[in-house]
């Protein structure tokens, strides 16, 4: 088996890292020792059209350590992020907190999402989904903020 891990991976804790590596999941971008970076050069010099979309991590990222990851909760998420995708959001997680959906976004459409149609429409899907809350994390998008804690 093997994962797209890449230098980047590196920099941040991943205890998805240590099961890849526990479950011996080859690293093929890791070991050549590419970047991110250098990964979209390299798919845009050989005319990939998926060099410039945006990088999906794994669901379970979305989660505080600890907490029990279920089919259910991973499809609340994703149902989620499908949501805001089509509503034309580009760079998006939804962090789950129990009742609590925690939406970064990138600064940029930060603004769009005060929209007061497009904020309810959002607050209504996401209470159909099964949270109790939405929030709009003033912080905006950063890889990793569940290590934040």
Known sequence: MADGSNTDDLSDYRPGRVAACELKVRSPLL??????????????GLGLPTWAKQAYACLA????YGMEITRERLGQVEKCEEFLKDEGFTVYRVRYHVESARIELCEAELPRMLEPILRNRVHDFFRAA??????????GYRSGSMNEG
């Not at 070991?31 to 970076?37: D, F, P, Q």
């Open 31 to 44: 070991e050549a020792g590419l970047s991110k970076g250098e990964i979209r050069e390299l798919s845009r």
């Open 61 to 64: 990222s979305r989660f505080p």
């Open 130 to 139: 099964g949270f109790t809350y939405v929030s709009l994390d003033l912080q």
